[in-house]
T-cell receptor, first 110, second 113 residues
Framework: GQQVMQIPQYQHVQEGEDFTTYCNSSTTLSNIQWYKQRPGGHPVFLIQLVKSGEVKKQKRLTFQFGEAKKNSSLHITATQTTDVGTYFCAVEAGFQKLVFGTGTRLLVSP | DSGVTQTPKHLITATGQRVTLRCSPRSGDLSVYWYQQSLDQGLQFLIQYYNGEERAKGNILERFSAQQFPDLHSELNLSSLELGDSALYFC????????????FGSGTQLSVL
């Protein structure tokens, strides 16, 4: 079945440092979604990427979809303590089956 | 507030028991998804319903079953519970399908003792 790996599993940064998480698929994707889950919270949708090579920005967050549509990245510039949480990518793995990646847990120290 | 309501928030039960988790999707959403999140684990897809019909199945155990009712609320039934079933169970909804963003409920924390 569809396998979606995220790296790194965990990252601890100082406030103000940049952060990047990568999502890699073994197959070509039709689209990819990104979610954030705060500690003790539920996943919250961030963005969806559909086109090859697509880049979207949300304030300090930059999302990119690979040219081959097999990988994606989320980059946070100048992290803040409010960025703490786990970031998941999610892809369709068969009809109507939205599968989440393994997640990257981000810890930001002030 | 995502608009997705899950009850109960917490559930403590014993091995061998059966429980029912309930989910009310956002108003207007026809699709409901169930996910399981174990401690420090990712989100495991269990099952998806659209307008009352099962559309997709993940690694859902045979001891687990679900349904979506005519009013679009959904229930996840877990039976013959084992210690390893302890987890956070999330329900999510979308207007129609998996190519849309999901709105998650706050989850039901199940503890099997």
């Amino acid at each position: 079945g569809q396998q979606v790996m995220q790296i790194p599993q965990y990252q601890h940064v100082q406030e103000g440092e940049d952060f990047t998480t990568y999502c890699n698929s073994s197959t070509t994707l039709s689209n990819i979604q990104w979610y954030k889950q705060r500690p003790g919270g539920h996943p919250v949708f961030l963005i969806q990427l559909v086109k090859s090579g697509e880049v979207k920005k949300q304030k300090r967050l930059t999302f990119q979809f690979g040219e081959a549509k097999k990988n994606s990245s989320l980059h946070i510039t100048a992290t803040q303590t409010t960025d703490v949480g786990t970031y998941f990518c999610a892809v369709e793995a068969g009809f109507q089956k939205l599968v989440f990646g393994t997640g990257t847990r981000l810890l930001v120290s002030p | 507030d995502s608009g997705v309501t899950q009850t109960p928030k917490h559930l403590i039960t014993a091995t061998g028991q059966r429980v029912t988790l309930r989910c009310s999707p956002r108003s207007g959403d026809l699709s409901v998804y169930w996910y399981q999140q174990s401690l420090d684990q990712g989100l495991q897809f269990l099952i998806q319903y659209y307008n009352g019909e099962e559309r997709a199945k993940g690694n859902i155990l045979e001891r687990f079953s679900a349904q979506q009712f005519p009013d679009l609320h959904s229930e996840l039934n877990l039976s013959s519970l084992e210690l390893g079933d302890s987890a956070l169970y999330f329900c999510a909804s979308s207007v129609s399908g998996a190519n849309e963003k999901l709105f998650f409920g706050s989850g039901t924390q199940l503890s099997v003792l």
